[in-house]
C-alpha cells in the first residue's frame, strides 16, 4: 500500500496533537514532520503517549519540506499562520488540508488562484467532524422551508475566535438556499449584542466555557412549531475520520475544495 508523507503543522496544539496522534496510526499514512513554535525538538509519537516516531518538532516549515518532501500539509495554527503555511506549501507542489477557522473569502480566493497556478489541490474545511458536517446539510436543506432560524455554538474558553467557522459556514449555506434572509428583530436591546452578532441575516449566539468541545444547534421557527438540528462533538477524535478522508482525496485535486462536505456524496 502506498503512503501518503505528510507534515502536521500546529503539531503541538490541542487538535494538532489529537490529529497527529490518529495520522501516525493510520496504515497508509507517514506522518515525516512536526511543525510549531513550542515543544520544539520533542518527538511528535513521544508527545502523543506513542512509541518515538523518529520525527522531531521544528519551528521551520520551510527546512521541513525541503528535507522531508512530503505531499500533503495538515494544519492547524490559526488563520494568519494558516495562510503563510499554505503559500509556502503550494509554491513547493505540497498539498495544504487546513483545519484552521477564520480565513476570509477573499484569502481563500487567493489560496484557490495559488493552487490552480501551481496544478496543487487543497482542502479547506471549517469542520472535519462528519456528524458537523451532516448537521451543516440539514440545516440548508431545513432553510428552504424555514426562512427564521438563529445558531447558537458553543466551544472551550481558550478558543480564540468567533463566531466559529461553523457557524459562519452554516449561515453562508442557509443563505444560499433562501437567498435575501429577513433580519430578526430586535427590538430594545438593554445589554448591547444581546441578540448576538449577524452573518448573512441570521443571528449567531456564541458561547465559550469549559467543559466544552465543540457544539452547534440551528433552531427554525415556523408558523406553530420549531425544529433544532444540533450536533455535539464530545471527544477531538471525532475530526479524525474528516481530516483522513481529506488528506486521502486532496492528491487527487486541484484548486481550493471549501468544505467537506463536497468531498462526500451528499
Known amino acids: 500500500m502506498a503512503t501518503i508523507r505528510v507534515v502536521v503543522t500546529g503539531a503541538a496544539g490541542r487538535m494538532g496533537r489529537e490529529m497527529t ?3 501516525l496510526q493510520a496504515e497508509d499514512i507517514e506522518v515525516v514532520g512536526a511543525v510549531d513554535r513550542v515543544a520544539v525538538g520533542t518527538d511528535i509519537g513521544t508527545l502523543n503517549g506513542l512509541q518515538p516516531a523518529g520525527v522531531p518538532i ?11 518532501r512530503p505531499q500533503v500539509m495538515v494544519d492547524f495554527t490559526v488563520a494568519a499562520a494558516a495562510l503563510a503555511n499554505a503559500r509556502l506549501a503550494v509554491e513547493q507542489g505540497v498539498c495544504p488540508v487546513i483545519g484552521t477557522t477564520g480565513i476570509s473569502l477573499e484569502q481563500l480566493d487567493e489560496l484557490h488562484q495559488l493552487c490552480e497556478a501551481r496544478q496543487v489541490g487543497a482542502v479547506v474545511a471549517p469542520n472535519f467532524s462528519l456528524g458537523a458536517v451532516l448537521m451543516m446539510h440539514f440545516a440548508r436543506q431545513a432553510a428552504r422551508y424555514f426562512p427564521r432560524a438563529e445558531i ?7 478558543k480564540i475566535d468567533a463566531p466559529s467557522g461553523t457557524a459562519l459556514k452554516t449561515a453562508e449555506l442557509m443563505a444560499g438556499e433562501i437567498g435575501t434572509v429577513p433580519a430578526p428583530p430586535v427590538g430594545e436591546e438593554k445589554a448591547a449584542r444581546a441578540r448576538g452578532a449577524t452573518h448573512r441575516g441570521l443571528s449567531i449566539h456564541s458561547l465559550r466555557l469549559p467543559g466544552a468541545v465543540a457544539h452547534q444547534e440551528v433552531i427554525f421557527g415556523g408558523q406553530g412549531q420549531l425544529l433544532t438540528i444540533r450536533h455535539d462533538t464530545i471527544s477531538r477524535e471525532a475530526f479524525l475520520p474528516g481530516l483522513l ?9 486541484k484548486g481550493v475544495v471549501y468544505g467537506l462536505e463536497n468531498l462526500l456524496e451528499l
Open 152 to 158: 447558537i455554538e458553543m466551544h472551550h474558553e481558550q
Open 21 to 23: 496522534k490518529g495520522l
Open 245 to 253: 478522508l481529506a488528506v486521502r482525496r486532496v492528491l487527487h485535486l
Open 58 to 68: 521544528n519551528d521551520d516549515l520551510a527546512a521541513v519540506i525541503k528535507t522531508t
